[in-house]
């Protein structure tokens, strides 16, 4: 499985970005997915995640009420529109595919097949 964010730039606190993550193969709408990022000098941490079908959604602390996670199966793609944005959402983001075999939704190994990241970065 290949995936490949996209969507990330620079954008002055309280503006907005969608980044999409795209997935290669046919099963992608099997799998939950989720986002994690990145900071400069930190651990890379949850952001949300989302159940294969897109019923059900989960959330960090720091972005619950102004990020939300989506899918569309059809084209292999998950996305997250951050808004309200601030400065200590600066990071790398990527998106990872949830291991069938995990009953966690917000730890590193609960995730298989790291796409490549998008640098988000917020301006005072």
């Known amino acids: 499985v290949l995936l490949q964010a996209f969507g990330g730039g620079l954008v002055q606190a309280g503006g907005y970005l969608r980044l999409s993550c795209v997935a290669s193969g046919s099963a992608f709408s099997t799998y939950d997915m989720g986002w994690f990022r990145q900071a400069p000098g930190k651990e890379r941490e949850f952001v949300a995640a989302?159940?294969?079908?897109?019923?059900?959604?989960f959330y960090a602390d720091s972005v619950r009420g102004r990020f939300t996670i989506d899918r569309d199966n059809a084209k292999n793609t998950v996305y997250l529109q951050m808004n309200s944005l601030k400065p200590e959402d600066t990071a790398v983001y990527s998106c990872?595919?949830?291991?069938?075999?995990?009953?966690?939704?917000?730890?590193?190994?609960?995730?298989?097949?790291w796409g490549q990241g998008t640098l988000v970065t917020v301006s005072s």
């Open positions: 990872g595919q949830r291991r069938g075999s995990t009953t966690g939704w917000r730890k590193l190994g609960d995730y298989a097949y």
């Open positions: 989302i159940t294969w079908r897109g019923e059900v959604t």
